[in-house]
């Protein structure tokens, strides 16, 4: 049986259950700077997936280096070399991976490493001695099959290392907004757009969001309102000016009622303009940007929102004047611009799907980054069942896919039952069928490898 000991921080291996050290402590060995001392543990209990098969065999060893070195302690049975009799080996062992796939051992001589490749080279592996004889330097090459397991760990490892990237980043750039946040269904959504000092929902405020002028609420779940109060109250501790708040206007005299009850409990002043924003009004932000809301289909009343960028276009009968001439008219008190909107960032939160096929919506399916839900993936849960619970299933954007005319699409809200690998897999069929670019917003998501 293998047996391995540890004294730094460790992690279990997302594959073989063997316990891979964090990245501390590290110590050069063999005079050689490239090598670096971490130990591993692997205990043979029944909550790793070796207790059935304690007889742990070199590859599978091998399959939980995947880290660049490693210093093992084991115990050799005879099921493992059987020209050697059994006995404990202590051996510094550095194994890598170019981009050739070519893969790379050193160990020291004599140590009984690999002594079936100190006896009988192959062709397709190379030996080196180095450092006075002390270290052999074992190459394997690509397709020679030898410890294809380690090979096949390196993948993994890069596979899980790109899967924690996605969960570490914190934001995205969409067409010139670097959108973030965070949005797990049932939990908690807020998608900030810093750019825009914007927030869209507060499930539970988090810290980026406080500093963010305006707050738009969809509906009053909890997970998209919750954290309203908060916010507020970490506004005011910062000395921040009050926000404004836009809210659906059948609930504005909850909202307050909700807001007075945090005053009395708390003792404190929570400032904020609340507005009502009704469905096809429109909110002057600033001098360059409105807010308008639209139509959208939860299980409670609730209203996306679609923010456009205002410019000012000279009118068509006045476009062969000179400089001159169109000030002349200016002055006198003619209006001479036509006012533009364009859509840039529309909001959906919780909604099925039909709010793609209403007029109504067109502005939203044209803004150049629509930041809408897909809580459902995949076929364990149906169609049917998304829209009893007012939400959108990512079948039915495949379906609608003709509708959306935006520049980029960012996927929000999925179900917590998810990883990050099934939000790209759903994400890697979506996206041939849509024009616009297609992200998802994984934070708050692990990988299947963590």
């Not at 202590?90 to 490493?113: D, M, R």
């Not at 200016?330 to 209006?335: A, P």
Request: proline fraction near 6%.
């Amino acid at each position: 049986m293998l047996r391995v000991t540890t004294r730094y921080p460790t992690r279990q291996h997302p594959q073989i259950g063997l316990h891979t050290p964090s990245k501390t402590s590290l110590k050069p060995t063999l005079q050689n700077p490239r090598f670096y001392t971490h130990n591993y543990t692997y205990i043979n209990t029944s909550t790793h997936m070796y207790a059935s098969n304690p007889s742990c065999s070199l590859p599978q060893l091998c399959k939980a280096l995947t880290f660049s070195s490693s210093c093992l302690q084991f115990h050799q049975p005879n099921s493992l070399f059987p020209s050697k009799p059994s006995k404990i080996i202590k051996t510094p062992v550095l194994i890598t991976q170019n981009n050739e796939g070519v893969v790379k051992i050193q160990a020291l001589i004599g140590s009984g490493f690999l002594p079936a490749i100190e006896e009988k080279p192959s062709k397709n592996i190379k030996t080196h001695v180095q450092n006075n004889g002390r270290v052999v330097k074992i190459e394997a090459l690509k397709g020679s099959g030898f410890l294809s397991a380690i090979g096949n760990a390196i993948e993994e490892e890069e596979e899980y290392r790109k899967a924690r990237a996605e969960v570490n980043r914190k934001g995205a750039d969409l067409g010139g907004y670097s959108v973030e946040g965070l949005s797990v269904g049932g939990h908690e959504t807020c998608v900030i757009v810093p750019e825009l000092k914007s927030a869209f929902d507060i499930g539970r405020c988090p810290p980026k969001a406080v500093h963010q002028n305006f707050l738009f609420i969809t509906h009053a779940h909890l997970d998209h309102i919750g954290g309203l109060p908060m916010y507020l109250a970490t506004r005011g501790l910062y000395n921040l000016k009050p926000p404004t708040v836009f809210v659906p206007p059948c609930i504005k005299d909850d909202v307050e009622k909700l807001i007075d009850i945090h005053r009395v409990l708390g003792q404190v002043e929570l400032n904020l303009e609340l507005v009502a924003l009704d469905i096809g009004e429109t909110y002057e932000m600033r001098n360059d940007l409105v807010v308008r809301p639209f139509k959208t289909h939860h299980v409670i009343p609730s209203q996306g929102y679609v923010i456009y960028s205002v410019r000012k276009k000279l009118k068509k009968q006045y476009m062969h004047l000179n400089g001159k001439q169109i000030e002349k008219l200016k002055k006198s008190g003619v209006e001479i611009t036509d006012t533009i909107l364009s859509p840039d960032v529309a909001f959906t939160g919780d909604t099925t799907s039909d709010f793609f096929l209403d007029p109504r919506s067109a502005d939203a399916l044209r803004a150049n980054v629509l930041i809408t839900e897909a809580t459902f993936l995949n076929e364990d849960f149906s169609v049917e069942h998304a829209r009893e619970r007012g939400h959108t299933h990512i079948f039915e954007i495949m379906a609608h896919a003709k509708w959306i005319r935006n520049k980029t699409l960012l996927l929000t809200h999925f179900s917590p039952r998810y990883h990050i690998e099934d939000i790209r897999q759903a994400v890697s069929k979506l996206q041939p069928k849509v024009s616009a670019k297609v992200i998802p917003l994984t934070e708050g998501f692990k990988s299947m490898h963590a």
